[in-house]
């Protein structure tokens, strides 16, 4: 009789190291690990993490890169609606999770598994977000969360796993880092208490460079393409490029304080030069290019989309109805913007393009005018000011 399959989210880490010896050896399932990379892993870091899932007994290790449709998918909406969670946080790990979680459960369908299993604590927002995609696209498969379900300790997990033989170092690292595309997240003993905020040791980019300079991006159609002179195809070189001059000028890091999934508040450290940079250059240029209504209508549906996104409701039909809108937007979002890096900060200077506003040929704000005249401006006010005029009066006259 063949053994049920189960697809594990894999990280490699201390938590889905026990979910396979667990699910395996305790429960008797046929374990199919996978992991979805987005772009936080090195060509290293997947060949250990490989071979340590098959050291610890899976049937089969996946890797699925998802980096490209990571961007295309997700990334290139949060820049295209300025998307800042609380105006502060880029969502790196929200999104992030959300889509490896829905890549996890497409592997789980496309394989026939009974059953699929994350390592997510019942503390936080991940659970959330890995059972609400299984639930959707995989909704005929059992969801097995081993560590929320049995409320393990660390050292539960790790005294389990060295009486399976598993003679790994667990030791705890002081800062939980999580590497992705959009931005590096950062916990601590700090980020657990409201009034403390992180040591310079706790950043993975230490600060290397001290003298500022000024670099040039350049948009096409709401698409990173240039960055210092240098052009990119794809928009994911262009971030990383970017992340790289950035990062070590210590731009980019901050703690978000916001409110979970399961309603209690959380605060977490971040670094994310590139996303931070990117969202106010193109933020700049689309106020140099957009009209007031396209303005206004993308940060209320962009606030809605982020906050969607964030909450793991990335598959709900509204965010490609959203997505439409979003893209429609950008057709004029071109152009250079220029931004200055110094130590801890940057800036944008301006902008450069075709499709400017703020174009002479029509005036120049509080020196001259040449589209309309001094007695249409007279006839505006009036008529725009008629309505609380009138309404003015009549409160007058009834006081």
């Not at 990334?75 to 959300?98: C, D, H, M, Q, W």
């Not at 916990?187 to 040591?199: A, D, R, V």
């Not at 040449?370 to 505006?380: K, S």
Request: one cysteine or more; aromatic letters at 10%; hydrophobic letters at 40%.
């Amino acid at each position: 009789m063949s053994q049920p399959k189960v697809v594990l989210a894999f990280s490699g880490g201390l938590d889905t190291s026990f979910c396979v010896k667990y699910l395996a050896e305790d429960k008797g399932y046929e374990v199919y690990s996978v992991l979805v990379d987005t772009g936080g892993f090195s060509d290293e870091d997947l060949k250990t993490i490989e071979a340590n899932a098959y050291s610890l007994g899976v049937k089969k290790h996946a890797t699925i890169s998802k980096t490209a449709d990571y961007y295309n998918d997700c990334i290139k909406y949060l820049i295209f609606g300025n998307v800042l969670k609380n105006n502060t946080y880029p969502l790196s790990v929200s999104a992030e999770r959300v889509f490896q979680a829905v890549a996890v459960a497409e592997y789980a369908k496309e394989i026939g598994a009974t059953a699929i299993a994350h390592g997510s604590t019942g503390a936080g927002n991940d659970q959330v977000r890995f059972d609400m995609a299984f639930r959707i696209i995989i909704p005929e498969a059992e969801i097995i969360t081993p560590i929320r379900d049995l409320k393990l300790s660390r050292e539960a997990e790790i005294e389990y796993l060295t009486k399976k033989g598993v003679g790994r170092e667990w030791a705890k690292a002081a800062y939980s880092i999580n590497k992705g595309l959009w931005g590096t997240s950062v916990g601590g003993k700090e980020t657990l208490t409201s009034e403390k905020y992180l040591p310079e040791e706790a950043w993975p980019t230490q600060v290397s460079k001290t003298e500022p300079e000024t670099i040039t991006l350049e948009f096409v159609e709401g698409e990173l393409k240039s960055v210092a002179g240098e052009t990119f195809d794809d928009p994911v070189h262009a971030i990383q490029k970017l992340a790289a001059i950035a990062q070590p000028f210590g731009i980019g890091r901050d703690i978000h304080v916001g409110d979970t999934i399961i309603g209690i508040k959380g605060r977490v450290g971040f670094e994310a030069a590139a996303p931070l940079i990117i969202i106010k250059a193109h933020h700049t240029l689309e106020k140099h290019v957009l009209s007031e209504q396209q303005l206004y209508w993308k940060e209320q549906l962009s606030n809605t989309y982020g906050t969607l996104l964030h909450k793991g409701q990335f598959v709900e039909p509204v965010m490609r109805n959203i997505e439409a809108f979003l893209s429609d937007t950008q057709s004029h979002v071109t152009g250079k913007v220029h931004v200055h890096l110094a130590p801890y900060r940057f800036y944008v200077e301006g902008i450069e393009s075709p499709f400017d506003l703020m174009s002479s040929k029509f005036g120049s704000y509080g020196e001259m005018n040449n589209a309309w005249t001094g007695d249409d401006v007279r006839g505006f006010s009036k008529v725009a000011s008629n309505q609380v005029m009138i309404y003015q009066k009549v409160s007058e006259s009834n006081d």
